[in-house]
């Protein structure tokens, strides 16, 4: 085979994978959030979500994008595992559903489809246009399919390839091991098994090699989610090699039988290519129907299988829980909804170093005050996380509106990564000056300290509530609080200088230039405690300004 036809091959699987990314990217923008709405509320029972998973997932064309909208479900604990499993074996059989269709011949609508796709694109807006996306994507998988078929046409009788591919007729499990390889590799299922139904209707391979291919490209496609997934989500690794082992143990147990199994499939349907699409069918069908009755049984078996490690000292409160980078491309919706958890502990860390500093003041103790000072790190730790996982949003994958929402979470973490660095720069080192030159405040100096700390706390709380989309109506329900703050601030400098005209005129000859008392220091580590809570707090203000995008996703960062 020469150079440039293995190149023309590659281009044609490539431009059979891009056609599907179109789809799933297009359906995702037009109704991504329909969808994610729908599957949430049609998980009452196993078959209900077994059919949803189905349903969804031959719109999408996309076991994966399926898999990370039920893992973000179950990682909230809004879905059990076993419904979440029966999803899978749904998503499974909608995958096949491709195939299906592509096994009649009709690639000769694949123009019709380009044709309406570009001007629902060009024209439309909104939903319109990304419909177009879709029947864009629709028509890149008929000509790629065909061009695919055009160029192995000439090959599929030479006799290296078939001595190649015959050499495989008594060894059943190479076969599965190959198709396993190749769909791994290619990341497409669909191009596995059209290339082993283009073998199949040429008579390259026999029927049993080819179902054994099949059942290998099965197992292959559970790969991907296994390899790529979260180490850290044990969800997800639930969910991903659970369906793994299914379709493992199914292709296991179906080899030893491949042969009156092929011999079967050749009675029941003469064409070659039928043979392939019903095959590829009915097996993830067969595996719905003997696990659903077993999921319950099947879900505690995964539990032991990997179980929640012992929460250890050495994790730190800066590591990301959320943040999984295959979300980006298959599902941008859950991104963003996952980068928003991811700063809603900002919010927590932020509170937790007040709380430290709170501490300090009270009882005079520098390493309470010291303590904010590893939440600091861990805060810019999770935020760096945060800004470098957005900057990973596709804007050809994500809707405009996804786009928007990332931004506002930019720029919510940015404020509040600007009051970390006061609280741990300014406030921390102040409060800790204090308590080993032994300056306490007295109790009326400290009042107003303390009230600004309790009242940035909840701030921090209204603050979390406008993140999450659900403090629409006002502009920002903290524009009140800048004026508290000034006024608190005003009111101690005002009180200050007030005792100190007091004091000049009450004793004017003791006073003399440069006398500092005891008093006056206090007062001045309070005015500039205050002044520095003050600046805390305006970046507070300033962060729930931002998250002003309506957020559709709430489904994905509540719970």
Wanted: glycine share 6%; with cysteine; hydrophobic share 50%.
């Amino acid at each position: 085979m020469e150079l440039l036809t293995l190149v023309d091959l590659a281009g044609s699987v490539a431009l059979l994978l891009w056609g599907v990314h179109m789809v799933q990217t297009g359906v995702q923008r037009a109704c991504g959030a329909r969808l994610n709405s729908l599957l949430s509320r049609m998980l009452g029972n196993r078959f209900q979500a077994f059919l949803t998973g189905l349903g969804i997932t031959a719109v999408l064309q996309s076991s994966t994008a399926t898999g990370l909208m039920i893992t973000g479900l179950a990682a909230r604990g809004q879905l059990e595992l076993a419904p979440a499993l029966a999803v899978m074996l749904g998503a499974n059989v909608g995958t096949t559903l491709i195939v299906q269709l592509l096994s009649f011949d009709v690639a000769a609508i694949a123009p019709v489809f380009v044709l309406t796709g570009v001007m629902l694109f060009r024209r439309g807006q909104g939903a319109w246009r990304d419909s177009g996306r879709v029947f864009i994507g629709l028509g890149l998988i008929l000509i790629s399919l065909r061009q695919f078929l055009v160029l192995l046409g000439p090959y599929t009788h030479r006799p290296e390839l078939t001595a190649m591919l015959g050499a495989m007729s008594s060894h059943d499990l190479a076969a599965v091991l190959l198709g396993a390889v190749l769909t791994w590799i290619s990341h497409s299922s669909v191009a596995t098994v059209m290339l082993v139904t283009t073998f199949a209707t040429s008579g390259t391979i026999q029927v049993e090699t080819a179902l054994a291919l099949v059942l290998g490209a099965n197992i292959g496609t559970s790969i991907n989610p296994v390899v790529e997934g979260s180490r850290t989500d044990l969800t997800a690794r639930r969910i991903s090699m659970g369906n793994l082992l299914v379709r493992a143990v199914g292709a296991g147990l179906l080899l030893p039988v491949l042969p009156w199994l092929s011999a079967l499939v050749t009675r029941m349907e003469p064409d070659a290519a039928r043979q392939v699409a019903d095959f590829h069918t009915l097996f993830n069908i067969l595996l719905a129907l003997l696990m659903l009755p077993l999921l319950n049984s099947y879900a505690r078996l995964m539990m032991r299988l990997i179980p929640t490690p012992p929460k250890t000292a050495q994790q730190t409160p800066g590591t990301p829980l959320y943040l999984d980078r295959l979300l980006l491309d298959k599902a941008p919706q859950l991104a963003v909804g996952s980068a928003t958890r991811e700063a809603m502990r900002l919010c927590d860390l932020l509170a937790a170093m007040l709380h430290a500093l709170r501490d300090g003041l009270t009882t005079s103790d520098p390493a309470r005050a010291g303590a904010a000072r590893p939440l600091g790190n861990a805060m810019e730790d999770l935020g760096n996380a945060i800004r470098s996982y957005l900057a990973g949003l596709d804007p050809e994958t994500a809707s405009q509106r996804e786009m928007d929402r990332a931004e506002d979470i930019l720029a919510f973490t940015t404020q509040l990564l600007h009051a970390e660095d006061i609280v741990e720069r300014s406030l921390v080192p102040m409060v800790q000056k204090m308590a080993r030159q032994r300056v306490p405040l007295p109790q009326d100096l400290l009042a107003p300290v303390l009230t600004m700390t309790t009242q940035l706390t909840a701030n921090l709380n209204i603050c979390a509530t406008v993140l999450l989309g659900t403090a629409h109506s006002t502009p920002n329900p903290l524009s009140g609080q800048k004026d508290f703050f000034r006024d608190l601030e005003i009111e101690a400098t005002t009180a200050y200088f007030e005792r100190l005209r007091r004091q000049t005129s009450e004793t004017p000859a003791a006073v003399k230039p440069g006398d500092v008392s005891l008093q006056d220091e206090e007062v001045t580590y309070q005015l500039t405690l205050l002044r520095d809570l003050r600046r805390v707090n305006t970046h507070i203000v300033a962060a729930s300004t931002y998250p002003m995008t309506p957020a559709e996703d709430d489904l994905f960062v509540q719970g």
